[in-house]
Each structure stands twice: as structure tokens, then as C-alpha cells.
């Protein structure tokens, strides 16, 4: 379970910062002007559904100026708790996609062969280095050698 925490912190590192300013964003610009929105339209007492819809779209033209105007005017009680449900949706919008994001096994994103298998001339104890079945540069397969000899050859034909 462990390597499934580690795999999704390592794959989405670089996207947590992202998903930070997409919330500070998502705040500013639609959370400030919806809640002051809804604060003028309840000031009579009940809520004005046409007075929200017009100060909606006067107030998200300019959500600096509506951010300042939701503490500057007492709207802040309405700010937090809006805040506090777009932060909670946000949070599991986010932990869906990092739970998604997770590795599915141990070995997901791990290379399952290296052509650094040998250095230095180990791979000489199998192959040879002059004669033989060419396997690749400098790499023959013995055709004289005791025991299984059998070659699993990866690649593609060129035709030209």
C-alpha cells in the first residue's frame, strides 16, 4: 500500500502547486463575487434572485474589487462558508484524481530490462566477443557453447 502513496506523491509533485493556485484562483474569482452576490440579494431579508443575477455579473467582472467589498461591506461570514463548501468539493475533486493517479502495481513506471546488465566485459562469460550468432555490436552468442543457447530477439525488420 505504501508504494501506491509513493508512486502518486512522486507523479503529481510537481502539480500540487498548480492545484494550490487553482483554489487561491477559484476564491477570488468565483467564490467573493458569489457570496457578496448573495449577501446584497438577502439584505432586504428575502432572498432577490434578480438582484444576485445582476450583481453576480457586475461583481465577477472585477473580483479583486468584490474581494475587498466582501469584508469591507460584512460579508465575510458568507465568504468563509462558501469557501469552506467549494474547498471541500475542491478536496475531493483532488483526491479522487490522486487516488486515480496511483500506481497500480509495484512496478508500474519501472524499467523491466537495462542494457547495462553487465560492465566491463562481464557479458564475455556468456557471449563472445568475436564469432557467433551477432546479437548486437561486439556481442556475438557462441555457436559452440554447452547449454541452452536460446535467443529471445526484440526489435523490428527494416525493409527498405
Known amino acids: 500500500m505504501n508504494y501506491k502513496i509513493e508512486g502518486a506523491i512522486r507523479r ?8 494550490a493556485i487553482l483554489w487561491v484562483a477559484i476564491a477570488i474569482v468565483f467564490v467573493s463575487p458569489f457570496s457578496y452576490s448573495a449577501h ?21 467582472i472585477n473580483p479583486f474589487g468584490t474581494f475587498g467589498k466582501v469584508f469591507a461591506e460584512g460579508a465575510g461570514e458568507n465568504f468563509v462558508s462558501t469557501l469552506l463548501v467549494v474547498t471541500v468539493i475542491y478536496t475531493i475533486f483532488f483526491f479522487i484524481g490522486f ?62
Open 99 to 160: 487516488v486515480r493517479s496511483a500506481p497500480k502495481n509495484e512496478y508500474s513506471d519501472i524499467e523491466h530490462g537495462s542494457s547495462d546488465w553487465s560492465q566491463k566485459g562481464e557479458q564475455y562469460t556468456v557471449l563472445n566477443k568475436n564469432k557467433g550468432i551477432i546479437l548486437a555490436e561486439d556481442n556475438y552468442l557462441p555457436l559452440d557453447k554447452r547449454g541452452n543457447i536460446n535467443v529471445l530477439v526484440v526489435g523490428r525488420i527494416r525493409v527498405w
Open 40 to 60: 446584497v440579494a438577502e439584505l432586504d431579508g428575502e432572498f432577490n434572485l434578480q438582484v444576485f443575477i445582476t450583481t453576480f455579473g457586475t461583481s465577477i
Open 12 to 19: 503529481n509533485r510537481k502539480y500540487f502547486i498548480v492545484y
